[in-house]
Antibody, heavy 116, light 109 residues
Framework: EVQLLESGGGLVQPRGSLRLSCAAS????????MSWVRRAPGKGLEWVST????????YYADSVKGRFTISRDNSKNTLYLQMNSLRADDTAVYHC?????????WGQGTLVTVSS | SYVLTQPPSVSVAPGQTARITCGGD??????VHWYQQRPGQAPVLVVH???DRPSGIPERVSGSNSGNTATLTISRVEVGDEADYFC????????????FGGGTKLTVL
């Protein structure tokens, strides 16, 4: 069974930074691309970023390109999202997800609040 | 980039059938996936590749896709089906791999 556990969320000031982590278990982590998806209050799901299984290819939504960096450590079965230059509209629950074509494994999410 | 359009809300009485649509340009040529998300919970895949149900999803949940509209159908709706539903496609032709519809709030009256 796919298990994904996010951590690292919290309250951060505008223009601040935060690093999210996602610990994975129950599947061959390095064989699968992994993604971050967020849901802002009162809004729908928004894809943020995807990294290939070996970490060599990364993809970003226009809204975070140049500010966020996705990475992974396959030796630790862990996915990361480094978030810099945070803005109020980045406030959301961030979900780690096993998505390639469709998402068949999701974490509960970690809340990021950007506010002064 | 590709756009998916869903109605903001759908309301149905218990025992009736709910149909949630997802519109997109020639969406019938793509594989459409559907998720259910209850408040405070992770999204759950309920239909993938237009019509396939993951294990554990009841048979009264089904999907279809043709032309410019994909549809998620929930028969014999129960109070527990009340949730937000999102359609999604995979766009490997661009750098924006994962595209979600805006979501539909299903209310069980």
């Amino acid at each position: 069974e796919v298990q994904l556990l996010e951590s690292g969320g919290g309250l951060v000031q505008p223009r601040g930074s935060l690093r999210l982590s996602c610990a994975a278990s129950g599947f061959a982590f390095s064989d699968y691309a992994m993604s971050w998806v967020r849901r802002a209050p009162g809004k729908g799901l928004e894809w943020v970023s995807t990294v290939s299984g070996n970490g060599g290819s990364t993809y970003y939504a226009d809204s975070v390109k140049g500010r966020f960096t996705i990475s992974r450590d396959n030796s630790k079965n862990t996915l990361y999202l480094q978030m810099n230059s945070l803005r109020a509209d980045d406030t959301a629950v961030y979900h780690c997800a096993k998505i390639w074509n469709y998402g068949d494994g999701w974490g509960q999410g970690t809340l990021v609040t950007v506010s002064s | 980039s590709y756009v998916l359009t869903q109605p903001p809300s759908v309301s149905v009485a218990p025992g009736q059938t709910a149909r949630i649509t997802c519109g997109g340009d020639n969406i019938g040529s793509k594989s459409v996936h559907w998720y259910q998300q209850r408040p405070g919970q992770a999204p759950v895949l309920v239909v993938h590749d237009d019509t396939d149900r993951p294990s554990g999803i009841p048979e009264r949940v089904s999907g279809s896709n043709s032309g410019n509209t994909a549809t998620l159908t929930i028969s014999r709706v129960e109070v527990g089906d009340e949730a937000d539903y999102f359609c999604q496609v995979w766009d490997s032709s661009s750098d924006h791999l994962v595209i979600f519809g805006g979501g539909t709030k299903l209310t069980v009256l």
